[in-house]
């Protein structure tokens, strides 16, 4: 089985910038469209980027022009840069494999302001 594990979360202040990292414990990264997702404390779950096993991207608006996901499948690990950060970004970012149904466990991201 396949396992998902985000790491790179923390504490920074608005404008700064983070990098998150999802290692995958097998090569599903070409394989499958492979996903960012992220949740605040009260808010419903909210979807932040795509990547397809063909390496097309996309993003929810909100995000746009701000975080860019990759991914290097040779070290079976997915990634989302995170530049421009604002409080509102303040969220636990899961990485996922939907169509796999594969979750990580998340990683806390606190923006302050």
Same mark, same amino acid.
């Given at each position: ?19 998150? +990292? ?39 608006? +909100? =995000? ?12 079976? *690990? ?31 991201? *606190? =923006?302050?302001?």
């Amino acid at each position: 089985q396949v396992q998902l594990v985000e790491s790179g979360g923390g504490l920074v202040q608005a404008g700064g910038s983070l990098r998150l +990292s999802c290692a995958a414990s097998g090569s599903i990264f070409s394989i499958y469209a492979t996903d960012w997702y992220r949740q605040a404390p009260g808010k419903q779950r909210e979807w932040v980027a795509e990547i397809s096993s063909g390496g097309s991207t996309s993003y929810a608006d +909100s =995000v746009k022009g701000r975080f860019t996901i990759s991914r290097d499948n040779a070290k079976n *690990t997915m990634y989302l840069q995170m530049n421009s950060l604002k409080p509102e970004d303040t969220a636990v970012y899961y990485c996922a494999a939907p169509r796999y149904g594969k979750w990580g466990q998340g990683t806390q991201v *606190t =923006v302050s302001s």
